[in-house]
Structure formats: structure tokens, C-alpha cells
């Protein structure tokens, strides 16, 4: 059974991936095989005996000592990525708050509490709502500095939106982005493709087996279907594919 102290809130999703039967994950371990945190400072931490590795739910490690760690042979783990979409998410709201000033709106309606009359709020709404409107994103230029886990994750969100996210404006860094991108397309389209190609293949066999041995070769009945030699019938389903 191994002991997991934990520091800070942590996700439930994480932690449910521990199993009762193998893990006990509390926040009062007295004797913790492992640290588990996000935020928390470890460097005036006091470091039991039994500590085996320390794993911080986020990629920096600038919070834990890891060269002295290291020295008292306690591994050090982080994981880079694992709130990369959320990040994404939050630039995504804030450049959408930026380029339509939602938040100047909604502080502007706030201010308007002491007006009663339905007719005059609406006729004032009318006349200033203009002020608010801000600008569309599409077709405007994205620029990001990094193309790690969170960056790439901007820089698609940002095509996706019809925003310009090239090269020729940003340098080399939105080339790197944008073979990135093609490459995972291309990768993606190549093994559909296979899957496709197998299919076909199959479907032959199928059609092979219903219509028996032609040939005269050696055939076998297995569960009803007939089966020709294995080696054989790949070489003439690849011809005629």
C-alpha cells in the first residue's frame, strides 16, 4: 500500500485514478511514499524518510528543490500539457473580451440601476450599445510567442476563428506552427486512408470466400467461412487492389 500526501486542491479526476485498494491519498499522510501539489513551496518542507518521488499537477518545478531532491535520490515529476486546454480556453475569453469590451458594457448596464421606465432604457441601450460593439477578430493577425503545449493549442484556436496566424507577419515561429499543423492533418488523413484500404481489403475477402476456391488450391471450412491460403490471398487481393 502506498502512501500519497497531498497539498492544495487538487482535481478529483486525478485523484480518483488512484485506487483504494493499492493507494491512501490524504492530505495528513504521516508517512507519504510521495508529494503530490500544485503550488505549494517545498523548499522549507520538512522531508520524511519514506519519501520516494514528489509530483507537481502543473509544468514548472520552481516550487520544489529539485536538485536536493535529486541528491536524496527522490524522483521529481511535473506534467507539462495537463492544463493546456484550460489555459487556451481563458486567452480565447480574454481576446474575445478585449476585442468587443463585454466588460465595459456590463459595467455600463450596472450604472443604469436607478432608471425605471422600460422605454427610456431602451431607447438609451440604443443610442450607446455603438460604444460597445468593439471589432471582429476574423481576419485580424494572432501572434504567439511559444509553441509548446499551450501556444500550438492558441495558435489553432485562432485559425479556427478565421484569425491570421502566418509566417510572413510573425517569422519562423508561425512556419514551425503552421508544418505542425499540416503534418497532424496529413497524419490523420494517411491512416484514415489505411483504414479505408483495410476495409477494401476486407470486403474482397469476404467476397472471395463466398464464391469458394476457383482455383483449386487447398481450402479449409472454419465457423462456416471458407478460407484459402492466407499468403496467397493477400497477394492476389493487393493485385487487384
Known amino acids: 500500500m502506498y502512501k500519497v500526501r497531498t497539498y492544495n486542491a487538487l482535481s478529483d479526476k486525478g485523484l480518483s485514478r488512484f485506487s483504494a485498494d493499492k493507494y491512501v491519498v490524504s492530505e495528513d499522510c504521516a508517512v507519504p511514499d510521495a508529494f503530490m501539489l500544485r503550488s505549494q513551496k517545498l523548499h522549507t518542507e520538512v522531508v520524511p524518510d519514506s519519501l520516494l518521488a514528489v509530483a507537481?499537477?502543473?509544468?514548472?518545478?520552481?516550487?520544489?528543490?529539485?536538485?536536493?531532491?535529486?541528491?536524496?535520490?527522490?524522483?521529481?515529476?511535473?506534467?507539462?500539457g495537463a492544463n493546456a486546454n484550460?489555459?487556451?480556453?481563458?486567452?480565447?475569453?480574454?481576446?474575445?473580451?478585449?476585442?468587443?469590451?463585454?466588460?465595459?458594457?456590463?459595467?455600463?448596464?450596472?450604472?443604469?440601476?436607478?432608471?425605471?421606465?422600460?422605454?427610456?432604457?431602451?431607447?438609451?441601450?440604443?443610442?450607446?450599445?455603438?460604444?460597445?460593439?468593439?471589432?471582429?477578430?476574423?481576419?485580424?493577425?494572432?501572434?504567439?510567442?511559444?509553441?509548446?503545449?499551450?501556444?500550438?493549442?492558441?495558435?489553432?484556436?485562432?485559425?479556427?476563428?478565421?484569425m491570421n496566424v502566418d509566417s510572413r507577419y510573425s517569422g519562423r515561429i508561425f512556419e514551425v506552427a503552421s508544418n505542425f499543423l499540416k503534418n497532424a492533418i496529413d497524419a490523420k488523413s494517411s491512416k484514415i486512408d489505411?483504414?479505408?484500404?483495410?476495409?477494401?481489403?476486407?470486403?474482397?475477402?469476404?467476397?472471395?470466400?463466398?464464391e469458394g476456391n476457383k482455383d483449386g488450391s487447398p481450402i479449409e471450412e472454419s465457423d462456416g467461412f471458407v478460407i484459402s491460403d492466407r499468403n496467397e490471398l493477400m497477394k492476389k487481393l493487393l493485385k487487384k487492389g
Not at 509544468?59 to 527522490?74: L, M
Open 86 to 162: 484550460a489555459v487556451k480556453e481563458l486567452i480565447v475569453a480574454g481576446l474575445l473580451l478585449g476585442s468587443r469590451d463585454i466588460y465595459g458594457g456590463m459595467t455600463y448596464v450596472q450604472e443604469l440601476g436607478h432608471i425605471d421606465d422600460s422605454a427610456e432604457m431602451g431607447k438609451l441601450l440604443e443610442k450607446e450599445k455603438k460604444r460597445f460593439a468593439g471589432t471582429e477578430i476574423v481576419g485580424k493577425t494572432l501572434g504567439v510567442v511559444g509553441l509548446g503545449a499551450i501556444g500550438s493549442m492558441v495558435a489553432r484556436a485562432g485559425m479556427d476563428l478565421g
Open 194 to 210: 489505411k483504414k479505408l484500404k483495410m476495409v477494401d481489403l476486407q470486403l474482397k475477402k469476404l467476397k472471395l470466400d463466398k
Open 56 to 80: 507537481r499537477a502543473g509544468a514548472g518545478v520552481n516550487n520544489i528543490p529539485v536538485t536536493d531532491y535529486t541528491q536524496q535520490g527522490i524522483v521529481v515529476f511535473n506534467t507539462p
